[in-house]
């Protein structure tokens, strides 16, 4: 049902549309892709379907529209589509210009590529930064930053070696080689595909894998790059030369940080926070894994932009990877650090 007077002379939706958007803060980046994808569904309906306006489409045109993406397109893009054109028609309904949505339906049938769990507990980033605000050893606050930062999964966290981190940090009274893959990318990541439990990388074996099917690079934002500087200042020396990130500051002192220790780590404070109990199951419980979640939820909502969730993730989408490693610098980074929630209860 509209929730506003209808606009009077909307001769073009589209253009009404972006400009709404680009009030409400939208990158130009952003609003670009918006109107690709919003004017070749345009012409579709009116080549395909002698549709003479956008108001007049219907569930009909907008499925057919789906369909002629599949073949030319991976699921994850035409979700991306299939998401802008949803958006679009929500919007114009919701401000009185269309009398409907017919994509609303097409979204409910369309089967989603990345991860989703409607029963999931739902964690609002207002209260996820109380939670990350509660923690105070700068290993855990790291550890959890980095898990919601960039939506790496437990495994890839733990395989993490110094030379998978590019950062300027001349504070700091050591030193190390970043990998030839972040040579003019700052202030990021590197998550590889080479570690499987029980192989060898960077001269030791791995107890846990790496399931992602790309290598990827994700970017820090300054939040998560002053948690890492923190963690750092204090990081004992590790017993491994292969120089793990994450090393244990307990019984294991100096040992490379495990799946399960992590999983302690965030039951630890999930169970203080009430967001664990045991026998609650993933729908209650909040997990590391949780935290890939609730980075694919929100960045997705963010950026509009399925496509750079799904670079970020790792997962395989062959036109995605081409378009966001050749333009990494630029197109991802930019998004992402548009985009990322910040973790902070209070300015600073």
């Known amino acids: 049902m509209a929730t506003e007077t209808t606009p009077q002379n909307v001769d073009d939706p589209i253009g009404y549309f972006l400009e709404d958007q680009r009030y409400h803060g939208k990158s130009e980046r952003t609003l670009e892709a918006y109107e690709?994808?919003?004017?070749?569904?345009?012409?579709f309906a009116r080549e395909e379907f002698a549709v003479d306006s956008l108001e007049g489409s219907s569930r009909r045109e907008c499925m057919a529209w789906v369909h002629s993406l599949r073949g030319e397109y991976e699921p994850s893009t035409i979700a991306t589509?299939?998401?802008?054109?949803?958006?679009?028609?929500?919007?114009?309904?919701?401000?009185?210009?269309?009398?409907?949505?017919?994509?609303?339906?097409?979204?409910?049938?369309?089967?989603?590529s990345i991860d989703s769990n409607p029963t999931r507990r739902d964690v609002s980033i207002t209260e996820m930064r109380s939670f990350v605000g509660a923690i105070g050893h700068p290993l855990e606050r790291a550890v959890v930053l980095t898990l919601l930062k960039t939506g790496i999964r437990v495994g890839e966290l733990c395989n993490l070696d110094l030379r998978d981190l590019h950062l300027a940090v001349d504070e700091l009274t050591f030193e190390w080689d970043a990998r030839t893959e972040l040579d003019r990318r700052p202030s990021s990541i590197f998550v590889s595909s080479e570690p499987t439990r029980g192989t060898t990388v960077n001269g030791?074996?791995?107890?846990?894998?790496?399931?992602r099917k790309r290598?990827?690079?994700?970017?820090v934002d300054n939040e998560l790059d002053r948690a890492l500087v923190e963690w750092l200042a204090i990081r004992p020396d590790s017993i491994s030369s292969a120089r793990p990130l994450f090393?244990?500051?307990?019984?294991?002192?100096?040992?490379?940080l495990t799946t399960a220790d992590v999983r302690y780590i965030v039951e630890k404070h999930a169970r203080e926070f009430g967001w664990y109990r045991t026998g609650g199951g993933t729908t209650e419980n909040v997990t590391p894994h949780y935290f890939r979640h609730f980075f694919?939820?929100?960045?997705?909502?963010?950026?509009?932009?399925?496509?750079?969730?799904?670079?970020?993730?790792?997962?395989v989408a062959s036109d995605v990877i081409d378009t966001y490693t050749h333009d990494w610098g630029d197109r991802v980074r930019e998004t992402y650090l548009e985009s990322i929630y910040s973790m902070r209860t209070r300015q600073s």
Do not use: I
């Not at 690709?36 to 012409?43: D, G, H, K, N």
């Not at 290598?215 to 970017?219: A, F, H, K, Q, R």
């Not at 694919?296 to 997962?315: A, M």
């Open 204 to 211: 030791e074996n791995r107890t846990a894998s790496n399931k």
């Open 296 to 315: 694919t939820t929100h960045l997705r909502d963010r950026t509009g932009d399925r496509g750079v969730v799904q670079y970020l993730r790792g997962d």
């Open 81 to 112: 589509y299939a998401s802008y054109l949803n958006r679009f028609f929500d919007y114009m309904n919701r401000v009185g210009v269309f009398e409907s949505n017919p994509m609303a339906l097409v979204m409910e049938e369309l089967s989603e």
């Open 247 to 256: 090393v244990d500051t307990q019984t294991s002192w100096g040992h490379r």
């Open 215 to 219: 290598d990827t690079v994700v970017p």
């Open 36 to 43: 690709r994808v919003l004017r070749a569904f345009e012409s």
